[in-house]
């Protein structure tokens, strides 16, 4: 059974730091991985989807890698802003099904 | 478009009372998913139909639980009789089908408190 860990559980950087929210799943038989942003009280954003076969994604001033291998996934925010607070969420999809497994997430607080 | 719309927002009942929520996958869309998430268990897959057919319902706590897809703009999720532990926020998604394996996209949640 997939299990997808999440370190650290929360974290807390003054604005303008850059910074990395780890992945790890046990199951390296992946069709992709994805990260979420949830706000309190709120739905789920998609920030960025990493086919099996990639092994990083951009979008702006957030960059996930995938290392399929051994089982890790980093998202790395540049130059961190109050308004990135949030949890992240990482999960995945297994070969043959289609529902995401997630991790528990790590709570962001970017301090002004 | 919309996006995936669930209804109500926010639903309080008592213990026992049967509770539907309402999910509008966004236009197009192939697969339709249920997730819950709680403090204890964080998000998990309940349900998932494909083309409005069930495929997946290993999620399904027990049989007080039960999904439907009458059609392709619209599915429910139903709890008969509900219980305090059935507090949740309960969120829909959808995603197109295809190879590779498209983006989910999440509706706002249903928060249920079952007193």
């Known amino acids: 059974k997939q299990e997808v860990t999440q370190i650290p559980a929360a974290l807390s950087v003054p604005e303008g730091e850059n910074l990395v929210l780890n992945c790890s799943f046990t199951?390296?038989?992946?069709?992709?991985l994805q990260w979420f942003r949830q706000d309190p009280g709120k739905g789920l954003t998609s920030l960025l989807l990493?086919?099996?076969?990639?092994r990083e994604q951009t979008s702006g001033r957030l960059n996930a890698s995938l290392d399929k291998s051994s089982g890790r996934s980093t998202l790395y925010i540049a130059a961190s802003q109050p308004g990135d607070s949030a949890t992240y969420l990482c999960?995945?999809?297994?070969?043959?099904?289609?529902?995401?497994?997630f991790g528990s997430g790590t709570r962001l607080q970017v301090q002004p | 478009d919309a996006g995936v719309i669930q209804s109500p927002r926010h639903e309080v009942t008592e213990m026992g009372q049967e509770v539907t929520l309402r999910c509008k996958p966004i236009?197009?869309?192939?697969?339709l998913f249920w997730y819950r998430q709680t403090m204890m268990r964080g998000l998990e897959l309940l349900i998932y139909?494909?083309?409005?057919?069930?495929?997946?319902d290993s999620g399904m706590p027990e049989d007080r639980f039960s999904a439907k897809m009458p059609n392709a703009s619209f599915s429910t999720l139903k709890i008969q009789p509900s219980e305090p532990r059935d507090s949740a926020v309960y969120f829909c998604?959808?995603?197109?089908?295809?190879?590779?394996?498209?983006?989910?996209?999440f509706g706002p949640g249903t928060r249920l408190t079952v007193l």
């Open positions: 998604a959808s995603s197109l089908g295809g190879n590779p394996v498209d983006t989910q996209y």
């Open positions: 199951d390296s038989a992946i069709y992709n």
């Open positions: 990493i086919q099996s076969s990639q």
């Open positions: 999960a995945v999809i297994n070969t043959g099904r289609r529902a995401l497994t």
């Open positions: 236009s197009g869309h192939d697969y």
């Open positions: 139909f494909n083309n409005n057919v069930p495929i997946d």
